[in-house]
Protein backbone atom coordinates (compact mmCIF):
# COMPACT_ATOMS: atom_id res chain seq x y z
CA UNK A 1 0.00 0.00 0.00
CA UNK A 2 1.10 3.45 -0.88
CA UNK A 3 1.75 5.22 2.19
CA UNK A 4 2.56 9.09 2.86
CA UNK A 5 3.20 9.93 6.01
CA UNK A 6 3.39 13.26 7.46
CA UNK A 7 5.66 14.39 10.75
CA UNK A 8 3.39 15.98 12.64
CA UNK A 9 -0.06 15.39 13.57
CA UNK A 10 -0.48 18.28 16.08
CA UNK A 11 1.55 21.83 16.16
CA UNK A 12 1.30 24.54 18.14
CA UNK A 13 3.45 27.75 17.43
CA UNK A 14 3.63 31.52 18.22
CA UNK A 15 3.37 34.37 15.79
CA UNK A 16 6.30 34.50 13.96
CA UNK A 17 7.96 31.57 14.17
CA UNK A 18 9.34 29.32 11.14
CA UNK A 19 7.19 26.53 10.76
CA UNK A 20 8.88 23.33 8.86
CA UNK A 21 5.89 20.56 7.80
CA UNK A 22 7.43 17.40 6.49
CA UNK A 23 5.56 14.56 3.95
CA UNK A 24 7.56 11.56 3.14
CA UNK A 25 5.84 9.15 0.55
CA UNK A 26 7.35 5.46 0.04
CA UNK A 27 6.38 4.84 -3.63
CA UNK A 28 8.00 6.63 -5.97
CA UNK A 29 5.49 9.10 -6.96
CA UNK A 30 6.25 11.60 -9.12
CA UNK A 31 3.92 14.64 -7.98
CA UNK A 32 3.75 15.51 -4.26
CA UNK A 33 0.99 18.52 -2.99
CA UNK A 34 0.47 20.75 -0.22
CA UNK A 35 -2.83 21.37 0.62
CA UNK A 36 -4.75 22.89 3.18
CA UNK A 37 -8.37 22.30 4.24
CA UNK A 38 -10.28 25.17 6.17
CA UNK A 39 -14.19 24.46 6.75
CA UNK A 40 -16.32 25.90 4.31
CA UNK A 41 -13.90 26.38 1.93
CA UNK A 42 -12.67 23.16 1.32
CA UNK A 43 -9.04 21.80 0.33
CA UNK A 44 -6.96 24.42 -1.10
CA UNK A 45 -4.08 24.14 -2.99
CA UNK A 46 -0.79 25.65 -1.79
CA UNK A 47 2.55 24.13 -3.85
CA UNK A 48 3.26 21.13 -5.87
CA UNK A 49 5.95 19.59 -6.98
CA UNK A 50 6.71 17.12 -10.01
CA UNK A 51 10.05 15.94 -9.94
CA UNK A 52 13.07 16.95 -7.50
CA UNK A 53 13.74 20.09 -7.15
CA UNK A 54 10.57 21.51 -9.15
CA UNK A 55 7.50 23.56 -7.49
CA UNK A 56 4.62 25.56 -9.20
CA UNK A 57 2.34 27.20 -7.33
CA UNK A 58 -1.26 26.62 -6.62
CA UNK A 59 -3.80 28.43 -5.72
CA UNK A 60 -2.91 30.40 -2.41
CA UNK A 61 1.20 30.20 -2.44
CA UNK A 62 1.27 33.76 -0.03
CA UNK A 63 3.34 32.91 2.86
CA UNK A 64 4.29 30.01 1.94
CA UNK A 65 7.29 28.33 0.35
CA UNK A 66 8.23 24.31 -0.18
CA UNK A 67 11.54 22.21 -0.69
CA UNK A 68 11.66 18.89 -2.62
CA UNK A 69 15.44 17.92 -2.18
CA UNK A 70 14.53 13.55 -2.78
CA UNK A 71 11.75 12.58 -4.76
CA UNK A 72 10.07 10.97 -1.91
CA UNK A 73 10.59 14.17 0.89
CA UNK A 74 8.42 17.34 0.22
CA UNK A 75 8.44 20.17 2.89
CA UNK A 76 6.41 22.95 3.12
CA UNK A 77 7.50 25.82 4.76
CA UNK A 78 6.13 28.76 7.35
CA UNK A 79 8.67 31.65 6.94
CA UNK A 80 6.83 33.62 9.78
CA UNK A 81 4.04 31.78 11.14
CA UNK A 82 0.59 34.19 11.26
CA UNK A 83 -2.82 33.54 12.74
CA UNK A 84 -4.59 33.28 9.87
CA UNK A 85 -2.28 30.36 8.93
CA UNK A 86 -4.06 27.77 11.84
CA UNK A 87 -5.68 25.45 9.28
CA UNK A 88 -4.86 21.58 8.13
CA UNK A 89 -2.52 20.56 6.09
CA UNK A 90 -2.68 17.79 3.94
CA UNK A 91 0.17 16.12 2.06
CA UNK A 92 -0.45 14.14 -0.93
CA UNK A 93 1.37 12.42 -3.56
CA UNK A 94 0.48 11.05 -7.50
CA UNK A 95 2.22 8.27 -9.58
CA UNK A 96 2.51 10.68 -12.75
CA UNK A 97 2.59 14.52 -13.38
CA UNK A 98 -0.47 14.69 -16.05
CA UNK A 99 -3.95 16.00 -15.94
CA UNK A 100 -5.98 13.54 -14.36
CA UNK A 101 -3.99 10.69 -14.63
CA UNK A 102 -4.85 8.74 -11.87
CA UNK A 103 -5.77 9.16 -7.64
CA UNK A 104 -4.05 11.37 -4.90
CA UNK A 105 -2.99 9.62 -2.24
CA UNK A 106 -3.15 11.55 0.85
CA UNK A 107 -1.29 11.58 4.52
CA UNK A 108 -3.49 11.99 7.54
CA UNK A 109 -3.17 16.08 7.95
CA UNK A 110 -1.26 18.02 10.08
CA UNK A 111 -3.13 20.37 12.83
CA UNK A 112 -1.22 23.74 12.86
CA UNK A 113 -2.28 26.19 15.30
CA UNK A 114 -0.52 29.59 15.47
CA UNK A 115 -0.92 31.21 18.77
CA UNK B 1 -13.92 31.35 -8.81
CA UNK B 2 -14.75 28.23 -7.22
CA UNK B 3 -14.99 25.46 -10.13
CA UNK B 4 -16.71 22.66 -7.93
CA UNK B 5 -19.73 23.27 -5.74
CA UNK B 6 -21.10 21.16 -3.10
CA UNK B 7 -24.25 22.84 -1.80
CA UNK B 8 -25.05 20.43 1.14
CA UNK B 9 -22.96 21.58 3.77
CA UNK B 10 -24.03 18.47 6.01
CA UNK B 11 -26.74 15.97 5.60
CA UNK B 12 -28.78 13.58 8.63
CA UNK B 13 -30.04 10.94 7.79
CA UNK B 14 -30.73 7.38 10.04
CA UNK B 15 -29.04 4.09 9.30
CA UNK B 16 -30.59 2.45 6.10
CA UNK B 17 -31.50 5.76 4.28
CA UNK B 18 -30.50 6.57 0.91
CA UNK B 19 -28.59 9.63 0.57
CA UNK B 20 -27.62 11.83 -2.42
CA UNK B 21 -24.68 13.84 -2.52
CA UNK B 22 -24.91 16.81 -4.95
CA UNK B 23 -21.53 17.79 -6.84
CA UNK B 24 -21.72 20.56 -9.47
CA UNK B 25 -18.76 21.53 -12.12
CA UNK B 26 -17.73 24.07 -14.13
CA UNK B 27 -15.05 23.93 -16.69
CA UNK B 28 -13.97 24.82 -20.24
CA UNK B 29 -12.38 21.84 -21.02
CA UNK B 30 -13.58 19.36 -22.82
CA UNK B 31 -11.23 16.56 -21.73
CA UNK B 32 -11.42 16.89 -17.69
CA UNK B 33 -11.56 14.17 -14.46
CA UNK B 34 -14.03 13.72 -12.04
CA UNK B 35 -13.48 12.32 -8.50
CA UNK B 36 -15.37 11.60 -5.26
CA UNK B 37 -13.06 10.94 -1.89
CA UNK B 38 -14.52 10.17 1.69
CA UNK B 39 -12.41 11.61 4.89
CA UNK B 40 -13.48 9.85 7.99
CA UNK B 41 -12.48 11.20 11.60
CA UNK B 42 -8.99 9.79 11.38
CA UNK B 43 -8.62 12.73 8.77
CA UNK B 44 -6.80 10.58 5.26
CA UNK B 45 -8.68 11.28 2.46
CA UNK B 46 -9.44 7.68 0.83
CA UNK B 47 -10.19 8.05 -2.80
CA UNK B 48 -13.60 6.61 -3.93
CA UNK B 49 -13.70 7.08 -7.81
CA UNK B 50 -12.42 8.56 -10.64
CA UNK B 51 -14.60 9.57 -14.22
CA UNK B 52 -13.07 11.47 -17.18
CA UNK B 53 -15.43 13.31 -19.01
CA UNK B 54 -15.48 11.17 -22.06
CA UNK B 55 -17.07 8.16 -19.85
CA UNK B 56 -20.81 9.18 -18.61
CA UNK B 57 -21.72 5.90 -17.83
CA UNK B 58 -23.09 5.60 -14.54
CA UNK B 59 -20.87 3.66 -11.89
CA UNK B 60 -22.08 1.21 -9.34
CA UNK B 61 -20.03 0.12 -6.74
CA UNK B 62 -21.35 -1.96 -3.93
CA UNK B 63 -23.74 0.49 -1.87
CA UNK B 64 -22.05 3.18 -3.83
CA UNK B 65 -23.24 5.00 -7.22
CA UNK B 66 -22.49 7.82 -9.29
CA UNK B 67 -24.94 9.70 -11.95
CA UNK B 68 -22.58 11.86 -13.99
CA UNK B 69 -24.79 14.14 -16.42
CA UNK B 70 -22.61 16.70 -18.29
CA UNK B 71 -25.78 18.38 -19.36
CA UNK B 72 -26.35 19.73 -16.20
CA UNK B 73 -22.32 20.12 -15.29
CA UNK B 74 -23.44 17.28 -12.11
CA UNK B 75 -21.56 14.11 -10.90
CA UNK B 76 -23.83 13.25 -7.57
CA UNK B 77 -23.11 10.45 -5.24
CA UNK B 78 -25.74 7.96 -3.86
CA UNK B 79 -25.00 5.74 -1.00
CA UNK B 80 -28.10 3.22 -0.51
CA UNK B 81 -28.86 2.18 2.90
CA UNK B 82 -26.42 4.04 4.57
CA UNK B 83 -24.35 3.09 7.14
CA UNK B 84 -22.98 4.53 10.35
CA UNK B 85 -19.16 3.80 8.93
CA UNK B 86 -20.17 5.99 5.95
CA UNK B 87 -20.14 8.81 8.62
CA UNK B 88 -17.65 10.93 6.87
CA UNK B 89 -17.05 14.38 5.11
CA UNK B 90 -16.61 13.66 1.19
CA UNK B 91 -15.25 15.69 -1.30
CA UNK B 92 -15.92 16.04 -5.01
CA UNK B 93 -12.76 17.25 -6.90
CA UNK B 94 -11.95 18.15 -10.75
CA UNK B 95 -8.74 18.01 -12.83
CA UNK B 96 -8.39 19.70 -16.20
CA UNK B 97 -6.60 18.71 -18.53
CA UNK B 98 -5.37 22.00 -19.65
CA UNK B 99 -3.94 22.44 -15.56
CA UNK B 100 -1.44 20.16 -17.53
CA UNK B 101 -0.70 18.71 -13.76
CA UNK B 102 -2.58 16.11 -11.84
CA UNK B 103 -3.71 18.82 -9.99
CA UNK B 104 -7.38 18.72 -8.07
CA UNK B 105 -9.81 21.63 -7.50
CA UNK B 106 -11.89 20.21 -4.40
CA UNK B 107 -15.24 21.38 -3.66
CA UNK B 108 -15.88 22.53 0.03
CA UNK B 109 -17.62 19.19 0.94
CA UNK B 110 -20.22 17.59 2.37
CA UNK B 111 -20.23 16.58 5.86
CA UNK B 112 -22.42 13.10 6.63
CA UNK B 113 -23.54 11.73 9.73
CA UNK B 114 -25.74 8.46 9.57
CA UNK B 115 -27.50 7.74 12.82
CA UNK B 116 -28.03 4.40 14.18
Known amino acids: DVKVTQSSRYLVKRTGEKVFLECVQDMDHENMFWYRQDPGLGLRLIYFSYDVKMKEKGDIPEGYSVSREKKERFSLILESASTNQTSMYLCASSLFSGAGTGELFFGEGSRLTVL | AQKVTQAQTEISVVEKEDVTLDCVYE???????LFWYKQPPSGELVFLIR??????QNEISGRYSWNFQKSTSSFNFTITASQVVDSAVYFCALSEDSGGYNKLIFGAGTRLAVHP
Open chain 2, 51 to 56: RNSFDE
Open chain 2, 27 to 33: TRDTTYY
